[in-house]
């Protein structure tokens, strides 16, 4: 088992759609979860982070972490065609190294 | 502004020959890394180096070596041990690794591909 699943995609959305991007994990030591945007041909940006369980809200983007499920979701609101890329969630432990889910692609369509 | 560069943008090797991947940080962080990332998985670990002159490997070294010099630069050599260095090599740096998350900012890759 990976110790960081996401679901490939592609995912296709009409422009103003609400998007859910999850990711699920494996490893109750995780502490600290990260989503990542990146477009193509260029290097990930970070776009949230959060510690332990809870909402994070970040204009159009929320991140929420389950830790009773190992569950972590970013909801994009009013989605733009600016939104289409792929969505890295990452997470680690106090003491290890970053670990990155493969990514899901999202396209917003005009 | 500050930030990472790496450079070429696109590198083409030749079977047996060594090439170079630079990456340069302004962001005076101490902590440098080097992921790969292949179609449909996440990004893979190969070097991080925490200060000068100290490096150690990450999860998929082999046939993969790198120097840290200087605080500012941390270039990746990809060896001809590397029978499958076709991917997307991305350079990464952190204020510090500790205990606590201090968030990675990443360069805008270099594209590895085979003659």
């Known amino acids: 088992q990976k110790e960081v699943e996401q679901d490939p995609g592609p995912l296709s959305v009409p422009e103003g759609a609400i998007v859910s991007l999850n990711c699920t994990y494996s490893?109750?030591?995780?502490?600290?979860f990260m989503w990542y945007r990146q477009y193509s041909r260029k290097g990930p940006e970070l776009l949230m982070y959060?510690?332990?369980?809870g909402n994070k809200e970040d204009g159009r983007f929320t991140a929420q972490v389950d830790k009773s499920s190992k569950y972590i979701s970013l909801f994009i609101r009013d989605s733009q065609p600016s939104d289409s890329a792929t969505y890295l969630c990452?997470?680690?432990?106090?003491?290890?190294?970053?670990?990155f889910g493969p990514g899901t692609s999202l396209s917003v369509i005009p | 502004d500050g930030g990472i560069t790496q450079s070429p943008k696109y590198l083409f090797r030749k079977e047996g020959q060594n090439v170079t991947l630079s990456c340069e940080q302004n962001?005076?962080?101490?902590?440098m890394y080097w992921y790969r990332q292949d179609p449909g998985q996440g990004l893979r670990l190969i070097y991080y180096?925490?200060?000068?002159?100290?490096?150690q490997k990450g999860d998929i070294a082999e046939g993969y070596s790198v120097s840290r010099e200087k605080k500012e630069s941390f270039p990746l050599t990809v060896t001809s041990a590397q029978k499958n260095p076709t991917a997307f090599y991305l350079c990464?740096?952190?204020?510090?690794?500790?205990?606590?998350?201090?968030?990675?900012?990443f360069g805008d890759g270099t594209r590895l591909s085979i003659l």
């Open positions: 180096s925490q200060i000068v002159n100290d490096f």
């Open positions: 990464a740096s952190s204020i510090s690794e500790d205990s606590s998350y201090q968030p990675q900012h």
């Open positions: 490893n109750s030591a995780f502490q600290y």
């Open positions: 959060t510690y332990s369980s």
């Open positions: 962001l005076n962080h101490d902590a």
């Open positions: 990452a997470t680690k432990t106090s003491y290890d190294k970053v670990i």
